[in-house]
Each structure stands twice: as C-alpha cells, then as structure tokens.
C-alpha cells in the first residue's frame, strides 16, 4: 500500500517554494505533508497533496519539473519510542530509507511519516506484519 | 636606448620587409604545393599554382586555412616535412576534437626562441637578467617559447612552469628575478600575494611579458602599480608558432608582428576581402620561413587592427593593437580555447538539453566557468543523491572535454534567459575587450 508524492526540482533561492505552494493553493488543493531536501545550489521539495494529478498539472503548466513517486504513509505507534520502532524494523529487513519526513496534518492523536524506500512491497509487508497501520491514498484524500 | 635582439632585422625599412617577404612567400608557397597534399588541393580547387604569386601583392590569391582545415587534416596533413625531420610537437590544450597539434623542426624551434627572445629584449632584458617563465611547461607553447627565447637572450632562465605560488614567490625572491613571463591573470594574482605577504621589498622585477589570454589597460595598470614593473603583452598561437608572433616595445602601445617570419593581413570575415591598413577586421597570418608546419593565410579569429605609424622605439615591423573580440564564439578561458559547441556535445551526451548558458567571469584574477543547464523531467529523480551523482558525472565529463574544471548548475526550466526564443549561450561578465 503506497501514496504518491510529488516530488519537485526547485532552485536553491528566495521564495521558491512559497511560490509553488501558493499554485497549489490557488488551484483549490492542500498541501498534507511537505519535506524540502537542498543542497548549495538545487533543491527537491516534496510533498502530499489532496489532489495529485491536479496538482502535477498547475505545477507543469507553470513550467516545474514536477515527478510522481511513490512512497509509504506510517502511522507512528502512540507509544514512546514509536517512530523507533518502525526504523528498527526497516533495518533489521534490510530496507534502506532514503529519507523520511513528518505530515503536516495530524489526525486525532495519530503521527504519521512518509518513508521513501526501494522496495515498497517488501516494507509494507514487513510493516503491516508488525501490526503497524499504513496510510492509503483513500485515507489522504479523506483528511 | 632602446635595445634589439637582431637590430637591422627589427628596424628594416618598409621597402626591406617587403622585398625579404615577398621572397619568401614565393619560396614558401613553392615548397607547401610541393610536399603539402592538403593545400596543394586547396590551391588547385581555387585554380592557383604556385607560379601565380611573384610578392606579397600575390597574397590575396591564395587560399584561406582554418581551424575547420586543421581538424580536418589532423594530425600529419598539414605538414610540409617528413616526420623525420621534426624535433618537436606542441599542441593546443585540452580541447579534444578542437585540438591542433604543430609540428617543428629544429629551424622552425629557432625562429620561433628568435621572436621570443625579440619580445624579452624589448622589455628591456639582457644577459644579466634573471628571467622567471611561469607559463605551463609541456604541450601548451607559453612555457617552452619564452623558456627558449630566455636562453637565446643569455638571461639566467628560471623553469618554474605554472602554478605552486610560494614556490615561485621563494624563487623570486630568492634568486632576485627582474623579469617574469605568465598570464596576465597569473601576474595580478602573483601581484596580491606579494603585496599581502609584505614581499614587495623583497622583490627585483622589473618587467614582465604577459600572454595567451586577453587583459585590460586597467590590467595593466593594476599590475605595474602593485609590483613596480612595465607589464609588455605579447601574441601568439600554436598554430602560427607560438607566444612570439608579435610583441610589445617600450611604447606600449600595440604588438609589432615579427614580419621577417609572419605576413599580417586584416581580413573582412564575412568576405575574406583584404581590408586596408587601419581596418578593423579578422587577423589572417602566413608563415614564411617555417619549414615543417607553415600555416597560409591561417584566419585567426581575433578581430583586430593593424598600424603602420613609426613608433617610438624604433622598431618598423608593423604593429597590431591588442585583439578586440572575436568573429567565432570562441572563449578563452584560464588560456585554454573553449567553444560553446564543445560544451553544448557533452551537455546533449549526458541527456540534458541544449538549453545552456555559460558564465565565465573572473574571481581574484583567475577566470571561472559555470555552466548552467536547465533541468529536464528524463534527468530529475527525487533523491539528492542521484541528482548530485549526476552532477559530478557532468563536471567530470566537461572536465575531460575542456581540459579545465567548469561547474556546472542545474536551474529550473524556462530559467534561462531568452532572447527571441534562443537561450542566450555565452555571458562573459571579464569585460576583456574593453
Ligand atoms: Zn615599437
């Protein structure tokens, strides 16, 4: 079970990102979790939208470099140490974690992150084996 | 007193010059169609025969050379003597698929250390000179010409080759240089580093002969106030011979082409129509007395002007002003020779697209190269690493294309600049030909 993320290439430099944030916004969707990765000069702003594709197309039309990616929706065990949990399964498997980022949007008493791994399958097996809940792209368009 | 390497040679009267050119234009020409297949067909396709050209009035008939000939008839086709005759090769750095290899024989190795040691006289060297040679050793000709010409002037010669500056500041110091040859841009940093070090006591300059890249008079001015010299310019390109061709006296006021061994004409580029004295146009240059690699009517590309007013110092060679710009979009960067096409073919080779801009500025005297290019949805991933992963691939593939390090940045599209839907290709922000 996977969401999709948008995953946008974005120049290292002042009001960047809240340009495209307010495209988005102008085009009637929200923005449910955002992670903005930089180097000195580039940048790659992702994010978790209500509305994928209608975002992916105002992005294009503004000329953005803008891909789909698919990544997983966990949510975090409300225990202390649950978001530990989750890595500690990941690596024990053998899944490496490209990176990861929080949601803005909280529901009820739920954290949830986005993981970005190779191998969905397997880290959604792992996962739900543990008894861990996972977001599906129903659940992001429902918030 | 103005000094000379080979006075009557350098003060010939005009009527001398032309009559010793002419000479040697018929005897250049007879020996290139003789022993040269690839200008003998150029001479054929134009219906001349060496028997056309009597004097230097002659000249326009013959056909033009160019950079385009010289890939084409890399490495041996240009040649005149058989490879046995040749003692040495020099070649134009770095720039693979653009790059000319010229060949010589020990009389051309000469001549050449000859014109060399006329521009290290004329900057007022002698015998007791200690003169510093900072320009690249090797394939690059700066090194080897004013090392050679060093000699023919009996100045103690100090190899020191490019680069490694504390080094060549302990030598300096050390062995009390007075005169050093390099790239303008090398002596303006050379220059900060003694003032910053608190060496500009310590130090014997008193000349320098700077080259291989354009400078300003403001250059010049920076350099002679900051290490107490006279900053002389000098010309040259491998495929004509090298750092020598012409050279400044102690007017400072244009180079004089050493016309014993060079013929100098102002072209029209777009017509190849010979321009008169005082035009400005594109420099073509002919060998006259090289034996193994003698370039004919050889366009330059450097749109530059030519004077023969007297000058000051006696010499009567005529004298070409600082080059003004060029007819092709050559660049020259760090003094390598970089074209816009060469980057544009490894861009296109790593996927990106021909949506390119390059930036070359100048940052504490040494020259800079970026090269922006515009991100493309086949090149984007959503990892950092993949992305900086290829933007290594990039440098290191221009790197070995260019023979120097340009960085390169990837934009966003549609972020360059456009000027009637053309990305604009080239901003140099040096401001050379000022
Ligand atoms: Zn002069």
Known sequence: ?143 | MENYYQKEIETASYEQIRQMQSERLVKTVNHVYENNEYYRNLMKKKGVTPDDIKSVDDLHKLPFLTKDDLREAYPYGLMSKPLSECVRIQSTSGTTGKRVVAFYTQHDIDLWEDCCARAIVAAGGTKEDVCQVCYGYGLFTGGPGLNGGSHKVGCLTLPMSSGNTDRQLQFMTDLEATIICCTPSYAAYLAESIYEQGLRDKIKLKAGIFGAEAWTEQMRKDIEAKLGIKAYDIYGLTEICGPGVAFECSAQSGMHVNEDHFIAEIINPETGEVLPEGEKGELVFTCITKEAFPVIRYRTKDICVLSREKCSCGRTHVKMAKPMGRSDDMLIVKGVNVFPSQIEEVLLKQGLTSNYQIIVDRENHSDTIEVRVEMTPELFSDKVNDLSKKEKEINAALKSMLGIYANVRIVEPKSIVRSEGKAVRVIDKRNLYN
């Not at chain 1, 209608?54 to 953005?64: F, R, T």
């Not at chain 1, 690596?91 to 191998?119: C, K, P």
Request: a negative charge.
């Open chain 1, 1 to 143: 079970m996977t969401i999709k993320q948008l995953s946008i290439f974005v120049e290292n430099k002042a009001g960047t990102v809240s340009s495209i944030a307010k495209s988005i916004a102008d085009a009637g969707v929200s923005i449910r979790a955002l992670s903005v990765a930089d180097t000195q000069e580039f940048g790659i702003l992702r994010l978790i939208v209500s509305d994928v594709d209608k975002a992916k197309d105002v992005l294009s039309e503004n000329d953005c470099v803008v891909s789909v990616t698919k990544v997983i929706g966990v949510q975090i065990p409300d225990v202390p140490g649950g978001l530990s949990e989750v890595l500690a399964l990941m690596s024990e498997n053998g899944i490496n974690i490209e990176y990861l980022y929080a949601f803005i949007t909280i529901s009820g008493q739920h954290a949830y992150v986005v993981l970005r791994v190779e191998d969905n399958e397997k880290a959604a097996e792992v996962l739900s084996k543990a008894g861990i809940k996972l977001v599906s792209q129903e659940d992001i368009d429902a918030l």
